[in-house]
């Protein structure tokens, strides 16, 4: 057994770390916007090839959404981070259609839709991890940092894609200045990857699949000894809970009203 690190973790800087996530949510959505009339150009797209371009992250964040619950459970929030954070550079990228890729609108859809399921992978398991990583007393505070965050991927990426065309003619923005909006998120991606190195596993996942020395050791870390044993005991106490409780279908009466309105809502 490896030594047990006793170093001291700040949970704000854990929550910035994850929220990154949110960031890069807002910047990949976003980011469409200040390419597409260029890229468009570029192509000669027909409106409803453009459209179907501009949508298609939205598809690969439904299937995102779909398969982050799954990956999640196997492998945890930490790494299902970490294959976020590589599918956002990979879509970065190719988005962009660097010289070594064929010039091909059906590349630029494939790798939009790998940020789509990036955004619906980081969508998912970030604020899931602030949620259990944080104590109950500021659990709120720290999870809306995450939908904080989104937007303000939602505005920087506003800013960079503005300042990138306006420094540019447009001819220079339709042959390369969109390419360089794409390329402009490898640099959030590429800090919200090295960084997730530096943030713990999940306790809660951790304790799920048996953990429980390794998930107290972080929670003391983060929080001090007495704190973590009552967030321990919480835990284990939901974890048995839950795997005694009866399963609800998403598609019983009570539930289906409750799905439907949450997506409109959120469309």
């Known amino acids: 057994m490896g030594k047990t690190s006793t170093k001291r973790i700040n ?22 916007n200040g390419t597409q009339f260029y890229f468009s150009k570029y192509f000669e797209l027909t409106g409803a090839l453009k459209g179907f371009i501009v949508s298609s992250a939205l598809l690969g964040a439904l299937a995102g959404a779909a398969c982050a619950g799954i990956i999640s459970k196997a492998i945890g929030r930490k790494k299902s981070l970490i294959i976020a954070a590589l599918l956002f550079m990979i879509s970065a990228w190719g988005s962009g259609l660097p010289s070594m890729l064929p010039e091909s609108t059906t ?14 992978m980081a969508s ?15 659990r709120g505070i720290l999870v809306t940092f995450y939908q904080l965050a989104v937007v303000i991927g939602f505005f920087v990426v506003f800013l960079v894609t503005y300042f990138i065309g306006a420094n540019l003619s447009e001819s ?27 943030v713990p596993k999940s306790p809660r996942w951790l304790m799920i699949k048996g953990k429980e020395e390794e998930a107290e050791n972080i929670l003391k870390r983060i929080h001090g000894e007495d704190i973590a044993s009552k967030e321990v005991k919480e835990i284990r106490d939901s974890i048995v809970k ?6 609800a279908s998403i598609f019983s009466k009570t ?3 409750i799905v439907i309105i949450g997506t409109i809502l959120s469309v």
């Open 255 to 257: 539930m289906l009203p």
């Open 242 to 247: 839950e795997s005694t409780k009866v399963k």
């Open 107 to 120: 590349l630029l859809v494939i790798f939009r839709l790998i940020g789509g399921i990036a955004i619906g």
């Open 172 to 198: 220079d923005n339709i042959a390369f200045g969109w390419r360089n909006m794409f390329w402009s998120e490898m640099i959030p991606a590429g800090l919200f990857l090295v960084m997730l190195f530096f």
């Open 11 to 32: 949970i704000y800087f854990i929550t910035i770390v994850i929220t990154l996530g949110g960031l890069l949510f807002g910047y990949d959505t976003g980011v469409i």
């Open 124 to 138: 998912m398991n970030a604020p899931m991890y602030i949620a259990e990583i944080a104590p109950a007393k500021n």
